[in-house]
């Protein structure tokens, strides 16, 4: 068991850690290592960006049966304010649902507010426009993608809330939930790196982002309670 100033200074380590990584990525434009090497292995073009598997089922497919997924959790949280279905977990779920649609809502805010291409329309990899740091926040007619943060991978990394919605009670079940919620977000960042959507900063950057709403909602929404991690 562990107090909410042990998980605040989880939070802080894990912070820390990303703003390093993400400088030292940016200035030392590490994240066009990964880009390149797969633009080169798809022959100088992204052969997958309109391909069956990484468009029409991880992409389309995933998008579409994470909607039906909120939809559930909407209809149950509402069936669970009701006085004859309230439980001790109807907070849970408020907040569990609260914490995804957050990070769906703050991540696609943040694409539009940064305006950064992908990777696909930059002129390095046979798209027409010139690369413009993050740091520049160019207002030129350049700056109109939607690409960073990662807007796909957060639908795997949102669910990541799971991890506090089960913790107290069912331990096991909520690492297990973790464990998938971070595999599915990775295993759609990647297969968005493939088509030459996203650098794997934008992605990284998504599930921190993700990771810091989920800890801050239930945080809050669970004060007076421990969480054992």
């Known amino acids: 068991m562990v107090d909410r100033t042990y998980l605040l200074r989880r939070w802080f380590d894990i912070a820390v850690t990303f703003v390093l990584a993400f400088v030292l990525i940016e200035l030392l434009d590490l994240k066009f290592l990964i880009a390149s090497q797969l633009y ?35 209809v149950i949280t509402l069936i669970k ?36 291409d992908c990777p696909w329309d930059l002129r390095l990899y046979g798209g027409s426009r010139p690369y413009i740091e993050l ?35 069912r331990p096991n079940l909520a690492r297990v939930a973790l464990a998938l919620s971070l595999a599915l977000g990775v295993t759609l960042g990647f297969a968005q790196q493939l088509r030459g959507a996203h650098f794997f900063l934008d992605d990284l950057t998504t599930a921190f982002i993700c990771w810091t709403i989920s800890v801050f909602i239930f945080y809050v929404g669970e004060r007076d309670e421990k969480t054992n991690l």
């Open 40 to 74: 080169q292995l798809e022959g100088l073009q992204w052969s997958l960006r309109h391909h069956f598997i990484t468009e029409d089922i991880l992409h389309r497919g995933v998008r579409f049966a994470n909607l039906l997924v909120i939809l559930l959790l909407l």
């Open 135 to 169: 740091w520049e926040f160019n207002d030129t007619h350049f700056s109109s993608g939607r690409c960073f943060p990662a807007g796909h991978s957060s639908i795997g990394f949102a669910w990541s809330a799971l991890y506090f919605f089960w913790i107290k009670n």
């Open 81 to 116: 304010s009701f006085p004859s279905f309230r439980g001790d977990n109807h907070r849970r779920y408020i907040l569990l649902l609260l914490s995804v649609l957050l990070s769906f809502g703050l991540i696609n805010y943040l694409k539009a507010i940064f305006g950064m």
